[in-house]
């Protein structure tokens, strides 16, 4: 395991993380961070980043976004399709990753080939944050342009659009995609799926930085405070708080153990901390904390697995937004609020913009590639009979006349 971190320094920091032999007579079990590298590969401050079974991600103001291989530890490359500063990076299994960035622009990469298969201005203004569904059928992002947004990620196309009443800065998936939360400045709005409404909202102190699901209900929360609480989103009731950092809480990362459940915060102050949380959810204990001495802005937590290479999602999940899309002309209503169809779709991007890597073409890609050799190859041979024929027509046309020349005379 390891926890990395990005910070406002333009440094990507590695630390491996390793439990101690379990002390006699100590009833929590301690765990020992190791500095394990450093990466300075952007040229301003790190605003996002994302990790798979492989790779670590890290999203800039630089407008790129660089790739960590984490089994060789080197430098893998970086893609550069972005005009504008990266604002969300999202692993969809370990074979696709989708960017968000100021430019408006949503980009599906294929995360073998480190290529752009799809390429959607999503967003009039920023895109903010955006949420990857668990079934990979769905996608939900914000944006400055006071929307919310539902992505068909099969189809590669806008499915809705909701218009909300101010900018949202963070939205989330629970951990089963039956409800999703809206984050506006210090209030959370908790939509249910199957209704696509609102049916409460938390509010919390300060403005909210960082959310992240621990149950299906469970949602803990950090913002511009030292604070993090935890709250119920069928009550809307805060079960705990607990102080985790001396200054305001940038981000968080939450993952289950086999033992325990395990919250990961970042903070302003320099500080990674490794929470451990009982099974109330409600008094945590800390599990270690190291100190980078820099202003971290963004966290991970890279776990290395054999799990995770066989957790892939099923083929139609997983399959990428590479077709063209059909835009849509309809529109809808749906619980009182208005919810249209897309209609302003940008044509996909299949250009090449990454860096080199490992792995096959997708199976879709092929299919189409597939798909028109086919069609050219049918084509051709339409007209390669055609011309024959005609070609057969004028040989018996010159034979009949010389025939015809013949019999006058």
Same mark, same amino acid.
């Given at each position: 395991?390891?926890? !990395?971190?990005?910070?406002?320094?333009? *440094?990507?920091?590695?630390?491996?993380?390793?439990?101690?032999?379990?002390?006699?007579?100590?009833?929590?079990?301690?765990?020992?961070?190791?500095?394990?590298?450093?990466?300075?590969?952007?040229?301003?401050?790190?605003?996002?980043?994302? /990790?798979?079974?492989?790779?670590?991600?890290?999203?800039?103001?630089?407008?790129?976004?660089?790739?960590?291989?984490?089994?060789?530890?080197?430098?893998?490359?970086?893609?550069?399709?972005?005009?504008?500063?990266?604002?969300?990076?999202?692993?969809?299994?370990?074979?696709?990753?989708?960017?968000?960035?100021?430019?408006?622009?949503?980009?599906?990469?294929?995360?073998?080939?480190?290529?752009?298969? =799809?390429?959607?201005?999503?967003?009039? @203004?920023?895109?903010?944050?955006?949420?990857?569904?668990?079934?990979?059928?769905?996608?939900?992002?914000?944006?400055?342009?006071?929307?919310?947004?539902?992505?068909?990620?099969?189809?590669?196309?806008?499915?809705?659009?909701?218009?909300?009443?101010?900018?949202?800065?963070? !939205?989330?998936?629970?951990?089963?995609?039956?409800?999703?939360?809206? /984050?506006?400045?210090?209030?959370?709005?908790?939509?249910?799926?199957? $209704?696509?409404?609102?049916?409460? $909202?938390? $509010?919390?102190?300060?403005?909210?930085?960082?959310?992240?699901?621990?149950?299906?209900? *469970?949602?803990?929360?950090?913002?511009?405070?030292? /604070? !993090?609480?935890?709250?119920?989103?069928?009550?809307?009731?805060?079960?705990?708080?607990?102080?985790?950092?001396?200054?305001?809480? =940038?981000?968080?990362?939450?993952?289950?153990?086999?033992?325990?459940?395990?919250?990961?915060?970042?903070?302003?102050?320099?500080?990674?901390?490794?929470?451990?949380?009982?099974?109330?959810? /409600?008094?945590?204990?800390?599990?270690?904390?190291?100190?980078?001495?820099?202003?971290?802005?963004?966290?991970?937590?890279?776990?290395?697995?054999?799990?995770?290479?066989?957790?892939?999602?099923?083929?139609?999940?997983?399959?990428?937004?590479?077709?063209?899309?059909?835009?849509?002309?309809?529109?809808?209503?749906?619980?009182?609020?208005?919810?249209?169809?897309?209609?302003?779709?940008? =044509?996909?991007?299949?250009?090449?913009?990454?860096?080199? @890597?490992?792995?096959?073409?997708?199976?879709?890609?092929?299919?189409?590639?597939?798909? %028109?050799?086919?069609?050219?190859?049918?084509?051709?041979?339409?007209?390669?009979?055609?011309?024959?024929?005609?070609?057969?027509?004028?040989?018996?046309?010159?034979?009949?006349?010389?025939?015809?020349?013949? %019999?006058?005379?």
């Amino acid at each position: 395991m390891e926890l !990395v971190a990005g910070c406002y320094e333009q *440094v990507l920091f590695g630390f491996a993380v390793h439990p101690e032999p379990k002390a006699s007579g100590d009833p929590e079990q301690k765990w020992t961070p190791v500095a394990d590298f450093t990466h300075h590969a952007h040229t301003a401050s790190l605003s996002a980043v994302a /990790v798979n079974s492989r790779f670590v991600v890290t999203g800039s103001k630089d407008e790129t976004i660089h790739i960590y291989d984490m089994k060789k530890k080197i430098d893998h490359g970086a893609l550069v399709h972005h005009n504008g500063t990266i604002t969300c990076l999202k692993f969809y299994g370990n074979r696709h990753l989708i960017s968000g960035a100021e430019d408006g622009l949503i980009c599906v990469w294929d995360a073998k080939k480190w290529e752009c298969l =799809k390429s959607i201005k999503a967003h009039k @203004g920023h895109v903010t944050s955006l949420s990857i569904h668990p079934s990979g059928k769905l996608a939900l992002s914000v944006g400055t342009d006071k929307t919310l947004r539902t992505w068909n990620l099969v189809e590669g196309r806008s499915a809705f659009i909701k218009n909300i009443k101010q900018n949202a800065h963070i !939205v989330e998936w629970s951990p089963r995609g039956e409800r999703y939360v809206v /984050v506006i400045l210090n209030k959370i709005d908790v939509y249910q799926l199957d $209704t696509a409404s609102v049916s409460g $909202t938390i $509010t919390n102190g300060k403005r909210i930085s960082s959310v992240t699901f621990l149950s299906e209900s *469970v949602l803990a929360v950090a913002g511009d405070e030292e /604070v !993090v609480r935890v709250f119920d989103c069928d009550s809307l009731v805060c079960l705990s708080e607990f102080k985790a950092h001396e200054n305001r809480v =940038k981000d968080l990362f939450s993952f289950e153990t086999p033992e325990h459940h395990v919250i990961v915060t970042a903070s302003s102050d320099g500080f990674i901390k490794m929470w451990k949380l009982h099974e109330d959810k /409600v008094s945590p204990c800390l599990l270690c904390e190291v100190n980078t001495n820099a202003r971290l802005t963004c966290l991970g937590v890279w776990l290395d697995r054999a799990t995770d290479t066989r957790e892939s999602p099923p083929p139609d999940a997983e399959t990428p937004p590479v077709s063209k899309e059909e835009p849509s002309k309809s529109n809808k209503k749906e619980s009182g609020d208005e919810v249209q169809e897309g209609e302003r779709q940008s =044509k996909p991007g299949t250009k090449k913009c990454g860096s080199t @890597g490992d792995g096959d073409k997708p199976a879709k890609g092929n299919s189409l590639v597939s798909a %028109k050799k086919r069609k050219t190859v049918e084509m051709l041979g339409k007209k390669g009979n055609s011309l024959v024929t005609a070609k057969k027509r004028k040989m018996v046309e010159m034979l009949e006349k010389k025939k015809r020349k013949k %019999k006058k005379m």
